[in-house]
């Protein structure tokens, strides 16, 4: 069957027609049968009528088909042609028609006899559930439209809308003529009309036609359902779809980032005076009037339209954001009434004048005046560094009372119009308290009340954990000092200066001490989200966009807004340091501010150490994360990371020579991982986030009690940047020798054998940690770097792997882990071991085991004598291999 065919509708039937009328027919109808039901005199009984299946042509050879109506219990038969069937028009029987071709001849004829036809996914569908066959007036052949009410708009093409309206009806949808309610989904081939703008206002879904065809072929898919989000947005209307954009008053990145957005949106971009433009987007802060007429087609709108647009992820209404002359109402309104014929009267003259002089000054008056820079009237306060334009408290200028200040109070008293120094500074506290309080309240009700709201029109902007991760516990901050805030306006409208400033900071200093950790910890990993989002999603880029454009923003973005915690403690300690160097002595608040700065101290040092316990704790998950069979127990409270190196192993014993290695060293002890030859796939976390794979493999993790000797190789032509560890595992009895060489500049070599010496030191209680270096020759321990880098080499490397590879794979003569385990036992019996010391052996080493039976030296076992007691003796090396 041709999907994309065109599909012969029932003759004598409006498939353009509103199917509610249909449907509410059909409920009239059921409802008269079930009143006369009702009525019927209980003895008389119905006639009861079967329900039987006819399996059409091809439906009879499918066995699912078969084993499907056997579930539901319905008596089927097979035709091939409908004249076989002679009693099809029984009234014994319900008949249903399983037709799988729904452009066959034999379902066009069954169409105009008027009869129930369905396709194998209904019969499918209802095995699956357990339910009835449906009763459906119009041949339904899968039920992925089921309950779904569908509204067209845009369609000229007679043909092309009764092709779509056919395919809803075959997969169960319903039509309505008209937009209510109860539409579900928009089918859009315009972005303009009456219904396209309610239902952007109305939050429904507007997808393209091609929606509609795609699910059809998907229409044997018995768990397909066309509402699926994942799905439907593949095909949904994009916001500038039809739109032909141009951009005014923008700088070169702005506008470079708003034509790419544009394209992404589904829309073009042309330059300013095309006559194809449809839409003007005005940047009105910069742009006074158009250096152009715009035609009459032309929608000339401000950047919170095409900001707005992608936000909502439809297509916003022009009406409200229209460009207009930055004239206020007031001013135009002034000079529409001095347009107006008037007669020639002079009170009416002159109340017109004293109204235009009355509106000028009130147009000229800003509430938010321009404040000079912080920095020119503070510059030794971090404190006032907090201060924004456009708020309330800035419009005070320096050395006047606030307004807040003068209220008239019962304890009041008139205050002299000369200040103390310590009012003025007092004065600063309360005004970048405020201030600070201000742009709190600005980021939770501009930016997170509106992301968290439910029922955002295009769903969810962000999700849960990532507003919760940026905004973190900015709510409780300010739940704090707007009670600060109270206090301070309090003292200062009762002003005396016997007043305690440090008793208000004492008072709260525990609740600071709850709330301002866990958002400085996580203040990176927030402004990392939002990089992330604002790159990865436009709809949160656009959010940022409109909220940060106005005037409560201060043009200042979310990132710096939220950076105020972090510099809020420090500043008010700088503020109280200045207080109190204006505080007499004999003022008993000179003593109190001194335990409130100690407190700010004290909860700064707590943040400070609680971020850095967090980094360690972020490292380690870090490590535990890249390194894949990382032993669970590497976490632990006193355990932190110090130093991770990258190098080469220059030996066989932990890998193979030529390797790449990774050194973690830790506080105890040190963590040893080669490169994965083959990196498997990305974790995904239940909430979304992808992690990287894991890029290396664990080999060992060594206590550094274990490590005996550290050597630092000298430096040849032949041997550069090599060291080597002289260690001794608890099951060996000989020392092994692990060589490497470095391959980063930083740290250097010695810098790097001062630190491992330093920690192993410290974890054997030496005081002597340069006693662990021993310098040796390259020869000494038949360590070189020279073929390290060459192609010889890695080819080599990589013979070597395969030949492993191969053996292991058509090996047939494999020891059982039980035999291999009872040898080992018995082989250290005769050596006087322990059994359970054997045993230990087996499981702790994972390299001596086969060594031990072979019953010859392995190159990793090392015989290192006494010479090494003296710097100047040589080490020697066991060159003897396992066969």
Same mark, same amino acid.
């Given at each position: 069957?041709?999907?994309?065919?065109?599909?012969?509708?029932?003759?004598?039937?409006?498939?353009?027609?509103?199917?509610?009328?249909?449907?509410?027919?059909?409920?009239?109808?059921?409802?008269?049968?079930?009143?006369?039901?009702?009525?019927?005199?209980?003895?008389?009984?119905?006639?009861?009528?079967?329900?039987?299946?006819?399996?059409?042509?091809?439906?009879?050879?499918?066995?699912?088909?078969?084993?499907?109506?056997?579930?539901?219990?319905?008596?089927?038969?097979?035709?091939?042609?409908?004249?076989?069937?002679?009693?099809?028009?029984?009234?014994?029987?319900?008949?249903?028609?399983?037709?799988?071709?729904?452009?066959?001849?034999?379902?066009?004829?069954?169409?105009?006899?008027?009869?129930?036809?369905?396709?194998?996914?209904?019969?499918?569908?209802?095995?699956?559930?357990?339910?009835?066959?449906?009763?459906?007036?119009?041949?339904?052949?899968?039920?992925?439209?089921?309950?779904?009410?569908?509204?067209?708009?845009?369609?000229?093409?007679?043909?092309?809308?009764?092709?779509?309206?056919?395919?809803?009806?075959?997969?169960?949808?319903?039509?309505?003529?008209?937009?209510?309610?109860?539409?579900?989904?928009?089918?859009?081939?315009?972005?303009?009309?009456?219904?396209?703008?309610?239902?952007?206002?109305?939050?429904?879904?507007?997808?393209?036609?091609?929606?509609?065809?795609?699910?059809?072929?998907?229409?044997?898919?018995?768990?397909?359902?066309?509402?699926?989000?994942?799905?439907?947005?593949?095909?949904?209307?994009?916001?500038?779809?039809?739109?032909?954009?141009?951009?005014?008053?923008?700088?070169?990145?702005?506008?470079?980032?708003?034509?790419?957005?544009?394209?992404?949106?589904?829309?073009?971009?042309?330059?300013?005076?095309?006559?194809?433009?449809?839409?003007?987007?005005?940047?009105?802060?910069?742009?006074?009037?158009?250096?152009?007429?715009?035609?009459?087609?032309?929608?000339?709108?401000?950047?919170?339209?095409?900001?707005?647009?992608?936000?909502?992820?439809?297509?916003?209404?022009?009406?409200?954001?229209?460009?207009?002359?930055?004239?206020?109402?007031?001013?135009?309104?002034?000079?529409?009434?001095?347009?107006?014929?008037?007669?020639?009267?002079?009170?009416?003259?002159?109340?017109?004048?004293?109204?235009?002089?009355?509106?000028?000054?009130?147009?000229?008056?800003?509430?938010?005046?321009?404040?000079?820079?912080?920095?020119?009237?503070?510059?030794?306060?971090?404190?006032?560094?907090?201060?924004?334009?456009?708020?309330?408290?800035?419009?005070?200028?320096?050395?006047?009372?606030?307004?807040?200040?003068?209220?008239?109070?019962?304890?009041?008293?008139?205050?002299?119009?000369?200040?103390?120094?310590?009012?003025?500074?007092?004065?600063?506290?309360?005004?970048?308290?405020?201030?600070?309080?201000?742009?709190?309240?600005?980021?939770?009700?501009?930016?997170?009340?509106?992301?968290?709201?439910?029922?955002?029109?295009?769903?969810?902007?962000?999700?849960?954990?990532?507003?919760?991760?940026?905004?973190?516990?900015?709510?409780?901050?300010?739940?704090?000092?707007?009670?600060?805030?109270?206090?301070?306006?309090?003292?200062?409208?009762?002003?005396?200066?016997?007043?305690?400033?440090?008793?208000?900071?004492?008072?709260?200093?525990?609740?600071?001490?709850?709330?301002?950790?866990?958002?400085?910890?996580?203040?990176?990993?927030?402004?990392?989200?939002?990089?992330?989002?604002?790159?990865?999603?436009?709809?949160?880029?656009?959010?940022?966009?409109?909220?940060?454009?106005?005037?409560?923003?201060?043009?200042?973005?979310?990132?710096?807004?939220?950076?105020?915690?972090?510099?809020?403690?420090?500043?008010?300690?700088?503020?109280?340091?200045?207080?109190?160097?204006?505080?007499?002595?004999?003022?008993?608040?000179?003593?109190?501010?001194?335990?409130?700065?100690?407190?700010?101290?004290?909860?700064?040092?707590?943040?400070?150490? *609680?971020? /850095?316990? !967090? +980094?360690?704790?972020?490292?380690? $998950?870090?490590? &535990?994360?890249?390194?894949?069979?990382?032993?669970? @127990?590497?976490?632990?409270?006193?355990?932190?990371?110090?130093?991770?190196?990258?190098?080469?192993?220059?030996?066989?014993?932990?890998?193979?020579?030529?390797?790449?290695?990774?050194?973690?060293?830790?506080?105890?002890?040190?963590?040893?991982?080669?490169?994965?030859?083959?990196?498997?796939?990305?974790?995904?976390?239940?909430?979304?986030?992808?992690?990287?794979?894991?890029?290396?493999?664990?080999?060992?993790?060594?206590?550094?009690?274990?490590?005996?000797?550290?050597? *630092?190789? /000298?430096? !040849? +032509?032949?041997?550069?940047?090599? $060291?080597?560890? &002289?260690?001794?595992?608890?099951?060996?009895?000989? @020392?092994?020798?692990?060589?490497?060489?470095?391959?980063?500049?930083?740290?250097?070599?010695?810098?790097?054998?001062?630190?491992?010496?330093?920690?192993?030191?410290?974890?054997?209680?030496?005081?002597?940690?340069?006693?662990?270096?021993?310098?040796?020759?390259?020869?000494?321990?038949?360590?070189?770097?020279?073929?390290?880098?060459?192609?010889?080499?890695?080819?080599?490397?990589?013979?070597?792997?395969?030949?492993?590879?191969?053996?292991?794979?058509?090996?047939?003569?494999?020891?059982?882990?039980?035999?291999?385990?009872?040898?080992?036992?018995?082989?250290?019996?005769?050596?006087?071991?322990?059994?359970?010391?054997?045993?230990?052996?087996?499981?702790?080493?994972?390299?001596?085991?086969?060594?031990?039976?072979?019953?010859?030296?392995?190159?990793?076992?090392?015989?290192?004598?006494?010479?090494?007691?003296?710097?100047?003796?040589?080490?020697?090396?066991?060159?003897?291999?396992?066969?």
């Amino acid at each position: 069957m041709a999907d994309n065919s065109t599909l012969v509708s029932e003759t004598g039937r409006s498939l353009l027609a509103d199917s509610s009328v249909l449907d509410s027919k059909i409920i009239e109808t059921s409802k008269e049968n079930v009143f006369r039901a009702a009525v019927l005199d209980v003895d008389e009984e119905m006639p009861q009528i079967e329900t039987r299946v006819v399996l059409v042509q091809e439906a009879g050879k499918r066995e699912e088909l078969l084993k499907a109506l056997e579930e539901i219990k319905v008596p089927y038969i097979k035709t091939d042609t409908i004249e076989e069937l002679g009693d099809a028009d029984s009234p014994e029987f319900e008949t249903i028609f399983v037709v799988s071709d729904f452009q066959a001849p034999i379902f066009t004829n069954l169409c105009k006899a008027d009869c129930r036809v369905i396709g194998p996914p209904v019969v499918l569908h209802c095995a699956q559930k357990g339910e009835a066959l449906p009763f459906s007036c119009r041949p339904l052949y899968c039920a992925s439209m089921l309950n779904l009410v569908l509204c067209f708009t845009g369609f000229r093409k007679k043909d092309e809308l009764v092709k779509l309206v056919t395919l809803v009806h075959h997969m169960g949808g319903i039509i309505r003529r008209d937009f209510s309610s109860k539409v579900t989904h928009l089918v859009a081939n315009s972005t303009h009309g009456d219904k396209f703008r309610i239902a952007v206002s109305l939050g429904i879904p507007i997808v393209k036609a091609e929606w509609i065809y795609k699910a059809w072929e998907k229409r044997n898919e018995i768990d397909f359902c066309a509402a699926d989000d994942d799905f439907r947005n593949q095909f949904k209307v994009p916001p500038f779809q039809d739109c032909m954009l141009s951009f005014l008053g923008f700088s070169d990145d702005e506008k470079a980032n708003m034509e790419e957005m544009t394209e992404m949106q589904g829309g073009h971009y042309l330059p300013v005076g095309d006559e194809r433009c449809t839409h003007l987007v005005v940047e009105e802060s910069t742009v006074k009037d158009l250096p152009f007429e715009p035609l009459k087609k032309l929608y000339v709108v401000k950047q919170e339209w095409f900001w707005g647009s992608i936000q909502m992820d439809a297509r916003a209404g022009e009406s409200m954001y229209l460009f207009e002359k930055s004239e206020s109402p007031d001013f135009k309104k002034s000079v529409s009434l001095l347009s107006l014929s008037t007669p020639n009267s002079n009170r009416k003259r002159r109340r017109l004048k004293e109204t235009l002089a009355q509106l000028t000054r009130e147009t000229d008056m800003s509430p938010f005046p321009p404040r000079k820079r912080p920095s020119a009237e503070h510059s030794l306060s971090l404190g006032s560094l907090l201060d924004i334009s456009n708020t309330p408290e800035s419009s005070t200028a320096n050395g006047e009372t606030p307004k807040s200040c003068t209220r008239p109070s019962k304890n009041s008293t008139p205050l002299p119009l000369k200040q103390s120094a310590r009012w003025q500074v007092a004065k600063e506290l309360y005004q970048t308290e405020s201030n600070y309080v201000d742009i709190l309240t600005t980021i939770i009700q501009l930016f997170q009340v509106p992301l968290e709201k439910e029922g955002q029109l295009g769903g969810p902007i962000l999700a849960q954990e990532e507003i919760k991760t940026i905004f973190g516990s900015i709510p409780d901050i300010l739940d704090v000092h707007t009670k600060i805030k109270e206090d301070l306006e309090d003292l200062m409208i009762n002003w005396t200066e016997s007043k305690s400033i440090g008793d208000i900071i004492l008072k709260y200093s525990k609740d600071l001490l709850k709330t301002y950790p866990p958002f400085v910890n996580f203040f990176e990993m927030s402004k990392e989200t939002i990089t992330r989002c604002e790159k990865q999603k436009p709809r949160f880029h656009a959010f940022l966009k409109i909220n940060q454009a106005k005037p409560e923003c201060g043009r200042q973005s979310l990132a710096e807004l939220l950076i105020r915690p972090v510099q809020r403690l420090p500043s008010v300690a700088l503020l109280l340091n200045d207080i109190k160097k204006h505080t007499a002595e004999e003022n008993p608040d000179k003593v109190t501010l001194e335990r409130a700065i100690e407190s700010l101290k004290e909860v700064m040092t707590h943040i400070n150490e *609680d971020k /850095r316990k !967090t +980094e360690a704790q972020r490292q380690f $998950f870090d490590v &535990v994360y890249e390194v894949d069979g990382c032993p669970a @127990n590497l976490l632990s409270s006193h355990r932190s990371l110090v130093q991770r190196l990258e190098t080469v192993a220059l030996g066989d014993d932990l890998c193979d020579r030529g390797e790449q290695v990774t050194l973690f060293l830790f506080n105890d002890c040190l963590e040893i991982a080669r490169k994965r030859h083959k990196v498997i796939g990305a974790f995904k976390s239940p909430h979304g986030h992808t992690r990287p794979p894991a890029s290396l493999k664990h080999v060992v993790l060594m206590p550094l009690s274990q490590i005996k000797k550290v050597l *630092d190789i /000298r430096e !040849t +032509e032949d041997c550069q940047k090599a $060291f080597a560890l &002289v260690v001794r595992p608890p099951t060996e009895l000989n @020392n092994k020798l692990l060589s490497f060489q470095m391959t980063t500049e930083d740290p250097c070599k010695e810098d790097w054998l001062k630190m491992l010496c330093r920690h192993v030191a410290n974890t054997i209680c030496k005081a002597d940690a340069e006693n662990l270096i021993y310098v040796a020759d390259p020869d000494s321990v038949e360590v070189n770097t020279k073929d390290m880098d060459s192609t010889l080499s890695r080819a080599s490397r990589a013979i070597k792997k395969t030949s492993k590879k191969v053996t292991r794979a058509f090996s047939f003569s494999k020891t059982p882990k039980r035999a291999l385990r009872r040898a080992l036992m018995s082989h250290s019996a005769t050596e006087g071991r322990s059994p359970s010391s054997a045993t230990e052996g087996y499981i702790g080493s994972r390299m001596s085991s086969t060594s031990s039976l072979a019953g010859v030296p392995s190159p990793s076992l090392v015989s290192l004598p006494s010479i090494f007691e003296r710097r100047s003796h040589t080490l020697s090396r066991s060159t003897t291999h396992l066969i």
